[in-house]
Nanobody, 115 residues
């Protein structure tokens, strides 16, 4: 499975961005997917996570009510809609999928929120 993210950029606090992650390869074997982020000097952390097949969706506490993860299965695209962005959301965002008991990561897209 190959993943390519897009949609990052510079936005003012309170603004919105939508990240996209296009998956290719054996996407039918994807069991779980999500978005992670890593700020400078910090560990990578989960932002939103969903189990395929109607499983539960989990959001990081700090993004609940502001971020929404979704998927267009027909197009093999995963999205992260980010609203009411805050400077502390600044990070490199990575999409993630688990398939064949293997973790796959995208290359990352930078999100910078100015105050």
């Amino acid at each position: 499975v190959q993943l390519v993210e897009s949609g990052g950029g510079l936005v003012q606090a309170g603004g919105s961005l939508r990240l996209s992650c296009v998956a290719s390869g054996n996407t039918l074997s994807i069991n779980a997917m999500g978005w992670y982020r890593q700020a400078p000097g910090k560990q990578r952390e989960v932002v939103a996570f969903v189990i395929s097949g109607g499983g539960s969706v989990t959001y990081r506490e700090s993004v609940k009510g502001r971020f929404t993860i979704s998927r267009d299965s027909a197009k093999s695209v995963m999205y992260l809609q980010m609203n009411s962005l805050k400077p502390e959301d600044t990070a490199v965002y990575y999409c993630y999928v688990e398939a064949h008991r293997t973790d796959y990561w995208g290359q990352g897209t930078q999100v910078t929120v100015s105050s």
